[in-house]
């Protein structure tokens, strides 16, 4: 279903009829000036049409102006004198229609020299309404002496000595979201000029709480389902990139919301620093964004964080079942399937290369004798590996003894004895040996 | 003749195919012209506001992508592999079996006291009667094992196990009847719809095993039918069809019209299949429907299903003391015992998702001797399963599951006699248990209160028990989502929170 929302689109017109009395009126004025000199005597006669039309378009304008206001969001003492002072403007230049327009020789005709003076006059009342248009859309500060004067910050030269607020938060926010949200256009009466109009929030509270992220409804909202009516920002507008919400995050959980704080100063700021330097254009290799809910699960110190991942497809064409268990740092589960052509040799070449990153393995029931497996200590992130059914005696067990993160060793159905128990036994790291229908005796 | 055949791989001009064509012309006609380009033009310039989602479609937020989703998988290193489930349908009662409750002695007869129930409304079953009888159990209860865990006599043998499992006492869940509950369990919501657990992970991880079905699914058929089962709960709900779940039945044939017809010997099975594909693949080209793609895997499983399956249905090399492990019921196809047997088989082979059924546990009267049936028929091989995967090194990375869709109440639904009553359902708190890949073994999880009737310490809601299974499968259970009809989907809905304290 379709509704049309003719209010809200005739609103929206404002900005695009607005411009036409400003071009109507000011032709009437040039036209006007103009044909006091004997070579465009002739133009005198299109002032009063560019009048009208430039009274029609401006009465229009104020319509849709008016429609436009009604949907609040705007900084009220501003909208007044725009309001004011485009009416006026409508109103006069109607009058001054009249008053141009021989109605027959019966209107009073208004002096020349008058009626230019008061058409220059129209143009700077016309010049100060767009003025305040313009601050209602674009900001108070939009067109200012301060704009004409206001200095730059330097680019910061280390992701250290910038400051959080006025290198980071500010100008992604000024990026993102002051369109909207700024003295002068305060929708949902939300600043994001400032820190201290961030914390006074809006109409749904404080937009940044310090340290506080359910309370922070500026975070809440950028971090919406994209189609949520709540999401920000709105309207299609260009939405904050995903490291720009981190930054956002971590500076709301770790920056005390003070301004001119240094990022040396806070807490954290490693799992930051790879969005801060790229958002910063600061050079060096940047890391990997590593993901937040990986890196707080303890891995490995010894897996390489970097491989080459095409092997995997080699790998796999083969006829290997490869599972990836986790991708930074890359851990493999692979599984030679049962009685499979592939000879020990073949396999062991075949996966040296990713030796480091297998953390389970698992060969059973492919005919390996004890010889076929020395490669294993090359394995030395092994955690969990399967041997069983295969004709391994207890010379197999040599080969596990410095892996030190295993800990889990099955042998079942192999030639094993106590002997082989007794031998892994020296391995602190192993934890469990399976031995099902072995001749291994004890219990471990 | 035979080579004239082949002079084409398709004889398209035939009137067999002149729907297709059609579809095809149109097509390309679509694409190709200018109405084609009219549209997309009418489409950029209302954008968002007239076709509402396409426009952020367009936009292509991203990491948004299905893509991007399954790419992203594992979350996190995973503990476990493989899972079996197994779901004792119909509730069975925490008190005859796991959650002890000695004061109950005291007070037996004695009507339920209101401090307790707290007004919570009871179904319409037992809503009417005069006065709620609280009942202890009939059955007796010692400790067992290292842990020290109180079991009731009911279950011998899962009793020796005890110090494998992690006994979770304060489940809940929201559903008070059969179906919505076991619908809750299995696909995270109680309306039918939503994609089944099994599902959801054969969707995430793919498969471990290209000759069997990621997603198995085993009904007892020596279960108490009196609740029915539908296969909708092992359905894939809006996820790609190729994703449900498979049944294996009891009879000759376990997954129906696998053998070849009488008459034919299959050798050109695999040219006929091939030719077939391209056919598909022909028609999915014009109309672009994911289930044609989903019908060509289902014939190539199904091909190599053929070898696969009698293979892994055959127990003629399982020796005596495996059926003697899993109890006489194991040599009879299709009974609890066999199917756990079969299950561990499964297992082996790396069947990523098992799903077993056991009907009858919905005990409204004469609970005594039908939970002491129920328990005789599950108990021993339960426990086989357990300690033959632990002998075989498969607890490792192997997660099993034993639960139902609720408990039962403290009082007896209908009369309450000397050695008879009934219990009604109750939601809101009963027992399940985990064991093997990545759940602390021999622990107990969670406190009810004296009447095993409300959570005292540790509530785990069913969204929380689907949020920790994934993530023992090394899925964080936000994220792993499906779009349809305009929403992105999660088995943990928008809820769930993953019970870390039973993690190793």
């Keep these: ?444 | 003749m035979s080579n004239h055949h082949h002079d084409e791989e398709f004889r398209l001009n035939t009137p067999e195919f002149e729907q297709l064509n059609k579809k095809l012309e149109r097509r390309e006609f679509l694409t190709k012209t200018a109405m084609g380009l009219g549209a997309i033009a009418v489409g950029s310039l209302f954008g968002k506001s007239l076709f509402g989602k396409s426009g952020t479609a367009m936009a292509g937020s991203a990491g948004d992508t299905e893509q991007d989703i399954l790419r992203a998988i594992p979350h996190f290193a995973p503990k476990a592999k493989r899972v079996v489930y197994l779901f004792m349908s119909g509730g069975p009662s925490q008190f005859e079996l796991f959650d002890y409750k000695p004061k109950l002695a005291t007070m037996a007869g004695q009507n339920l006291p209101d401090s307790v129930r707290k007004g919570q409304r009871l179904t319409g079953m037992s809503a009417n009667q005069s006065s709620l009888p609280v009942v202890p159990s009939f059955f007796k209860f010692n400790q067992h094992g290292q842990s020290q865990t109180w079991m009731s006599e009911l279950m011998p043998h899962t009793a020796q196990v005890v110090d494998d499992l992690c006994i979770v006492k304060s489940v809940f869940s929201e559903q008070i009847n059969h179906d919505p509950a076991i619908t809750f369990f299995q696909t995270g919501n109680q309306l039918p719809g939503r994609p089944s657990i099994g599902s959801w992970l054969s969707y995430g991880l793919g498969s471990d095993n290209n000759n069997l079905p990621t997603f198995i699914v085993l009904v007892s058929k020596n279960g108490q039918k009196d609740q029915p089962l539908y296969s909708r709960l092992w359905g894939n709900g809006f996820l790609p069809s190729k994703f449900q779940g498979v049944q294996f039945g009891s009879g000759k044939d376990p997954v129906l019209f696998l053998n070849n017809p009488e008459g034919y010997d299959g050798n050109d099975r695999k040219e006929m299949l091939d030719y077939l594909s391209k056919l598909n693949k022909l028609q999915n080209g014009a109309y672009g429907d994911p289930e044609v793609d989903a019908r060509i895997a289902q014939y190539e499983m199904a091909y190599r299903m053929q070898t696969s399956v009698p293979e892994v249905m055959s127990t003629a090399n399982e020796p005596n003391e495996a059926f003697e492990m899993y109890g006489p019921d194991s040599r009879d196809p299709g009974t609890y015992a066999a199917n756990c047997l079969l299950a561990r088989k499964l297992l082996e082979k790396d069947v990523k998702f098992l799903q077993l059924y056991h009907q009858g546990w919905d005990q409204h009267s004469s609970l005594p001797k039908g939970i002491a049936q129920q328990c005789k028929a599950t108990d021993q091989a339960t426990a086989a399963l357990i300690k033959d995967l632990k002998q075989r090194g498969l607890l490792e990375d192997t997660l099993v599951i034993w639960g139902g869709e609720f408990g039962r109440t403290v009082y007896s639904q209908g009369k309450l006699t000397a050695n008879d009553y009934g219990r009604d359902h109750h939601p809101r708190c009963f027992t399940m248990w985990m064991a093997g890949a990545g759940v602390k073994p021999g622990i107990t999880y969670g406190e009810t209160d004296d009447f095993s009737y409300n959570i005292v310490k540790d509530p785990v809601h069913v969204h929380d028990f689907h949020a920790t299974l994934l993530h023992l499968m090394g899925i964080d259970h936000e994220r792993l989502t499906y779009k349809f009809q305009g929403r992105r989907f999660r088995l943990t809905d928008v809820e769930g929170k993953v019970v870390k304290n039973i993690l190793t």
């Design chain 1, 1 to 444: 279903m379709i509704f049309l929302n003719i209010s809200t689109f005739s609103g929206h017109l404002h900005p695009l009829i607005v411009h036409l009395p400003i071009g109507f009126i000011l032709l009437a004025a040039v036209f006007n000036i103009l044909s006091y000199s004997k070579k465009h005597e002739n133009l005198k006669s299109a002032v009063p049409v560019a009048l009208l039309m430039g009274f029609i378009s401006a009465v229009l304008a104020c319509v849709f102006g008016y429609i436009l206001s009604t949907s609040g969001d705007y900084d009220q003492n501003v909208l007044r004198h725009h309001e004011f002072s485009g009416i006026t403007l409508a109103i006069i230049s109607g009058i001054l229609y009249f008053m141009a327009t021989d109605h027959s020789g019966k209107m009073a005709f208004i002096p020349g020299k008058l009626f230019s003076i008061i058409l220059v006059g129209l143009v700077a009342l016309m010049s100060y309404s767009g003025h305040q248009g313009a601050s209602l859309t674009h900001g108070n500060d939009y067109l200012t002496m301060q704009t004409l004067t206001r200095t730059v910050r330097d680019k910061p030269t280390s992701v250290d000595s910038a400051i959080i607020f006025e290198d980071v938060v500010q100008p992604i926010l000024q990026n993102k979201c002051s369109q909207c949200h700024r003295d002068g256009k305060l929708k949902g009466n939300l600043s994001v000029e400032s820190l201290q109009t961030l914390r006074k929030g809006g109409k749904s509270g404080p937009a940044v709480a310090p340290g506080k992220l359910n309370a922070s409804e500026l975070y809440k909202r950028i971090t919406l389902d994209p189609d949520n009516k709540d999401f920000m920002p709105k309207d299609g507008k260009t939405p904050l990139t995903k490291s720009e919400v981190k930054i956002i995050k971590w500076w709301i959980e770790n920056g005390d919301a003070i301004s001119g704080k240094r990022i040396a100063e806070l807490k954290n700021i490693n799992i930051i620093i790879p969005e801060l330097a790229t958002y910063l254009g600061i050079g060096g290799v940047v890391l990997p964004a590593a993901d937040e809910r990986v890196s707080a699960q303890v891995t490995n110190p010894d897996i390489p964080m970097v491989t080459d991942t095409s092997l995997i497809g080699q790998l796999r064409k083969k006829g290997l079942m490869v599972r990836v268990m986790l991708r930074k740092p890359l851990m493999l589960d692979i599984t030679l399937p049962v009685g499979s052509v592939i000879k020990a040799a073949e396999f062991k070449n075949d996966v040296i290369p990713l030796a480091k990153n297998i953390v389970w393995l698992n060969i059973s029931g492919n005919n390996f004798t004890d010889g076929d497996l020395s490669f294993l200590k090359l394995f030395t992130n092994l955690e969990k590996l399967r041997l069983e059914k295969n004709p391994l005696t207890d010379q197999v067990s040599n080969n596990l003894i410095a892996l030190k993160h295993l800990e889990a060793v099955n042998l079942n159905e192999t030639k094993i004895t106590d002997a082989a128990v007794i031998n892994l036994k020296k391995n602190p790291a192993i934890k469990r040996i399976y031995t099902w229908g072995t001749g291994v005796r004890q219990v471990n």
